[in-house]
Each structure stands twice: as structure tokens, then as C-alpha cells.
């Protein structure tokens, strides 16, 4: 069976794996090993110039790893990938390797708080810069590129907003102007949206969220092509050392069997929940990329297979209305992640963004009444149940 030719629910269980390089083993060894012995010290050598392929030491490449990295890069539709430590290792392993002292990054209106705050400690230290765009048309990015601009950043949908970009639209502008197009594609999976074959460069997870499923793990991956991917191993991933562990490694491989799985129900509940929500007299807005009056649908249809499981919306009232109403919350749990099977809830203004100073918080559409939901595995109706009971209170 070539990978190539199989589906996505085939290669989310096969990719990356094969039993008879390891004992028949049904499901890949944990192989949980820091170090990895040489047979001699010529052998070692070897493996140090590169004349050996081998493993060496678990910084610089672990056989559980390995797999991770192999069916991730098939699921994504890219030649190679690495895992991280955590999403934001990933994200700052990306964006120190592309860019250097005096260039610009241009930034979708909207990331994740933590990216914002990196991109903050970037401008500081190294004076690079950044801007963030609507990127809502060719004009708009052409007015927005600077000569400096490195990167493209684009994260969509957006956190916690839920706007889209379109990402063949960016790439098709970013390949003219030479510029890597960087998609931070937590939200989606590769279940859902994959930029590579819309001629985006590099995509970033932080695996933390659905790619684990489970919420026990805290992990990024970083796909792209063969060789750029061989250069950041060697250097941001090796020498600033944020690695995945093999036991991380190993609980993603279980995780990822069951992503389309877990996708399609956190779709589904989410779609009915949405049509509860719209119509509830408490919601002020809505923000779901499955909503045909969501001003990027036609985008969602464009570039998503489904719109996904995170529904973001406003309560009338103030941040006390919002913070009482997540109070009254039985079954949806107050916590940040995303894409577990427990149904999740924040505030975004005063959590996953509070580093946001207030100003570009708004300009971000974060007000203080909005709130995210993370929909989980959870029946449906015992969700709605809670949001139900809760509206019911404030
Ligand atoms: C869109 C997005 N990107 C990156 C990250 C960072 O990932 P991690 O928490 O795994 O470092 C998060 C975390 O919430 C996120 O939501």
C-alpha cells in the first residue's frame, strides 16, 4: 500500500508506520531513550558527519518521533515535518529561522495572544516588526507588503474571531513577491483545511488541541518542504532545543487515529448549537464560519471541508454579564485549549488574549462581552442543555 494513494481516515491510522521495522509491534513503540548507542566509535563518527543515517540522541531525532513527523507530513499534504514541545515552540522555531534583524512580519488581523506577545519580545530584541492586515484582497496586500516584510503569518479561522482568509488569494500575491506564506493551522486540522495545497509554505499546529483530542499533551508540529525542514532541525529546532517527547510523540500518534472521527462530531454538534445560539434572545453576536450570513463563508466553502467545532459569540450585557454567565456553567468547563472532547469555555479578553493591550484587542474584534466555545464530544442537547439553564440566569 503507498501511502500516497490512501485516504485521509486510512493515513491518520498507517502513515509513517510500518510494523515490520519494528518486531510486528501492532501500534508504534514508545521509544523512550534519551541517548542511542553506537556499535563502535567509527559508527559514531558516521553518524556525526552524516555519512550514517542513524539515531544519535533524542534532541536530534527519536524513532516515535519520527513516526509522528512522517504522518503528519502525509496528513497535511507536505514533504517533511517536526514536532515541538508545544505550539509555541513551534511558532518561534518558524519564525526565528525566517526572519532576521530589520525585517517586517505582516500578521492576519487576529493571532493567538501568546504569537502576539512573541512577536512583541521580536520587536524589542531584534527590532523586527510586524503589521497585522485584513489580507482581504490582492489591493490590501500589495498596500501592506513592505520591501522587508519576511513572512506572511496568517492564522484562519481566526482566534478567537472566527474571520477567514483566503489562503489561495495570499499565496498566489506571496509567490510573486518571493514572501513564505506561514499558516498557524490549529484550528482546522488537517481534517479540515490543508494551506500546503493552496500554496501556502509552512503550516504550524499547536498539537495541543485537536490533533491530540485528548488533552493531555502539550505539542506543536511544523510541516513543510523536505529541505527547509532539514535545515530547521539542524539549527532552530536542535540548538534552541524545544522537542516534542517521545511519550507526547507516542500519545499524538493515539490521539490523531480518531481525528476525522472526533472532527466530524465536533462539527456537527457545533452546527446544531450554532442554530440554538443565533436564536437565543441573550446573544448579542455570533461568530461561526458554518453561518451563511458569516461574511467569509463563501471562503469556509472554498477552503474548509467543514466549518469546524469552535463557535465564538457575545452576550448582551457587560464583562460581568459574560463572566456570570460562564459562572453558572455546569457541564462546559471554564478552562483555555481547544479540541478536546470536554466542551470548553473562555473569555478571551481577560484569558488567551489579556497580553493584548485593549486598543488592538478591539481593532482584533475581542470586546469584552465575547466568549469562546470550545464544542466537545459531548450529546449535543446535554451541551445546549447548560448553555440553556446558564442564558437562563443573567
Ligand atoms: C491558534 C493557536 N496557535 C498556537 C497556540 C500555542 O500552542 P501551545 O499552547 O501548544 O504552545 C495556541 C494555543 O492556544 C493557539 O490557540
Not at 255 to 269: A, E, Y
Not at 367 to 387: F, P
Amino acid at each position: 500500500m503507498t501511502d500516497k494513494k490512501i485516504r485521509f481516515e486510512t493515513e491518520v491510522i498507517h502513515a509513517g508506520y510500518h510494523q515490520d521495522e519494528h518486531n510486528g509491534s501492532l501500534v508504534p513503540p514508545l521509544y523512550q531513550s534519551s541517548t542511542f548507542t553506537f556499535q563502535n566509535a567509527e559508527q559514531g563518527e558516521k553518524r556525526f558527519s552524516g555519512l550514517e543515517d542513524g539515531y544519535i540522541y533524542s534532541r536530534l531525532g527519536n524513532p516515535t518521533v519520527k513516526i509522528l513527523e512522517e504522518r503528519i507530513a502525509a496528513l497535511e499534504k507536505g514533504d517533511a515535518a517536526l514536532a515541538f514541545a508545544s505550539g509555541m515552540a513551534a511558532v518561534s522555531a518558524v519564525l526565528s529561522d525566517l526572519t532576521k534583524t530589520g525585517d517586517h512580519i505582516l500578521c492576519s488581523q487576529g493571532i493567538y495572544g501568546c504569537t502576539f506577545g512573541l512577536l512583541q519580545l521580536f520587536k524589542e530584541k531584534y527590532e523586527i516588526t510586524h503589521d497585522f492586515s485584513a489580507m482581504d484582497s490582492p489591493e490590501t496586500l500589495y498596500k501592506e507588503i513592505q520591501s522587508n516584510t519576511a513572512v506572511i503569518y496568517i492564522e484562519t479561522p481566526i482566534n478567537p474571531t472566527m474571520k477567514l482568509i483566503d489562503l489561495e488569494m495570499v499565496a498566489k500575491v506571496a509567490e510573486e513577491k518571493g514572501i513564505p506564506v506561514v499558516v498557524d493551522n490549529t484550528f482546522s486540522s488537517p481534517y479540515l483545511q490543508t494551506p500546503l495545497t493552496k500554496g501556502c509554505d509552512v503550516v504550524i499546529h499547536s498539537a495541543t488541541k485537536f490533533i491530540c483530542g485528548h488533552g493531555d499533551v502539550i505539542a506543536g508540529l511544523v510541516i513543510g518542504k523536505k529541505e527547509w525542514i532539514q535545515h530547521v532541525a539542524r539549527t532552530t529546532q536542535k540548538d534552541m532545543g524545544g522537542i516534542i517527547s517521545p511519550f507526547d510523540a507516542w500519545l499524538l500518534l493515539r490521539g490523531l487515529k480518531t481525528l476525522p472521527v472526533r472532527m466530524d462530531r465536533h462539527s456537527d454538534n457545533a452546527r446544531k448549537l450554532f442554530d440554538f445560539l443565533r436564536k437565543h434572545p441573550k446573544i448579542d453576536t455570533i461568530y461561526y464560519p458554518g453561518d451563511q450570513e458569516h461574511p467569509d463563508y463563501h471562503i469556509m466553502q472554498k477552503q474548509m471541508r467543514q466549518p469546524g467545532g469552535m463557535i465564538s459569540f457575545s452576550v448582551k450585557g457587560t464583562k460581568k454579564t459574560a463572566q456570570q454567565f460562564m459562572n453558572q456553567l455546569q457541564l462546559i468547563k471554564i478552562a483555555v485549549s481547544l479540541g478536546d472532547a470536554e466542551s470548553l469555555i473562555q473569555h478571551p479578553a481577560t484569558m488567551t488574549h489579556a497580553v493584548v493591550p485593549e486598543e488592538e484587542r478591539r481593532k482584533m474584534g475581542i470586546e469584552d462581552t465575547l466568549l469562546r466555545l470550545s464544542v466537545g464530544l459531548e450529546a449535543w442537547e446535554d451541551i445546549k442543555e447548560d448553555l440553556e439553564q446558564a442564558l437562563g440566569k443573567i
